[in-house]
């Protein structure tokens, strides 16, 4: 498995001068497994774009581009890319779209879809090229063909949100994000008028299984990719409930679950290249969280797996 970054940002791309180093485009992962040629995209954020050139220029000389896309939930940034995603576009191009049915009674085919018409888009979908095919997931494990297995988990995102984990040739390489640790909602002051003991004690218990549902999905990866938007100084301070993690809560959980590697991703865009080089500093330094190597993610970055 060969993993490239294209899009590393949260929740809205932001170019510009002080985002150059990690870049400003909003989440998208390409995951290529060469032997089989065969090609895997997570997430259609702003990143696609560009993934979708470079597809273009390298993939279509050798034939009609087939590709599968995993959309771990359908906000914006994480959809983005889809109408500038260039293979849409050519005729004898496949598409499989592998996502939740998030949002009330709408598909996943008219929430993605529904970016091309009129109303925001030059394009309407009925008039891409493409043959493309929407695949509703819920938490499962896959049989993806070839040898490949996909494990999803349910993350804690104010929309349904799915972790992803492939498994080939004995390497695994996981994603989790948009979330935050999953927490008590009932109070749990006696003094609170609201006060249920029973239904705290129930929300507690809920929350702990949850929470090492989540570490248990991603124990041992080779390369995982999680969320770690805020500092744990925001996380508190004002972001709790927004849907997405602190860095010193996913460092430690990565360690003590004996994850290999983990990419910090989704980064703020408030958050320039020197704040980050600066978060680096502290928070990847060899052995600061005990045999696992942790980085933050870039654009363009390339690992094999």
């Given at each position: 498995m060969r993993v490239k970054f294209w899009g590393v940002r949260g929740s809205i791309p932001c170019p510009g001068p002080l985002t150059v180093k990690y870049g400003g485009n909003t989440p998208c992962i390409e995951l290529r497994f060469d032997d089989i040629d065969r090609l895997i995209i997570i997430d259609a954020g702003s990143g696609l774009r560009e993934l979708g050139n470079f597809m273009m220029a390298n993939d279509l000389p050798k034939g009609p581009i087939k590709t599968e896309i995993f959309l771990s939930h359908t906000h914006w940034d994480h959809i983005m890319g889809f109408p500038f995603f260039g293979p849409i576009y050519i005729p004898g191009t496949q598409i499989k779209v592998y996502g939740t049915d998030s949002y009330d009674n709408d598909t996943l085919e008219s929430i993605v879809g529904g970016q091309l018409t009129y109303r925001y888009f030059p394009v309407r979908q009925a008039e891409l090229g493409a043959n493309i095919e929407y695949i509703h997931l819920k938490e499962e494990k896959l049989n993806l063909g070839d040898g490949i297995t996909l494990i999803t988990k349910y993350l804690n995102h104010p929309l349904l949100c799915l972790g992803f984990r492939?498994?080939?040739?004995?390497?695994?390489?996981?994603?989790?994000?948009?979330?935050?640790?999953?927490?008590?909602?009932?109070?749990?002051?006696?003094?609170d008028p609201s006060y249920d003991e029973a239904m705290f004690l129930e929300g507690q218990t809920v929350v702990e299984e949850q929470n090492k549902a989540v570490e248990e999905f991603f124990n041992a990866?080779?390369?995982?990719?999680?969320?770690?938007?805020?500092?744990?100084?925001?996380?508190?301070?004002?972001?709790?409930?927004?849907?997405?993690?602190?860095?010193?809560h996913v460092c430690p959980a990565a360690n003590r679950t004996g994850v290999k590697r983990m990419a910090l991703f989704h980064h703020e865009p408030l958050r320039s290249d020197?704040?980050?080089?600066?978060?680096?500093?502290?928070?990847?330094?060899?052995?600061?969280?005990?045999?696992?190597?942790i980085f933050f993610a870039r654009e363009g970055m390339e690992i094999e797996l």
């Open positions: 492939f498994d080939y040739k004995g390497k695994s390489f996981c994603t989790a994000y948009d979330t935050e640790p999953f927490r008590n909602i009932f109070t749990s002051d006696p003094a990866a080779d390369l995982l990719v999680h969320d770690s938007q805020y500092t744990s100084n925001e996380y508190e301070t004002d972001k709790k409930g927004w849907g997405h993690s602190s860095i010193e020197a704040q980050i080089d600066e978060l680096a500093e502290i928070h990847c330094a060899p052995d600061k969280y005990g045999n696992t190597e």
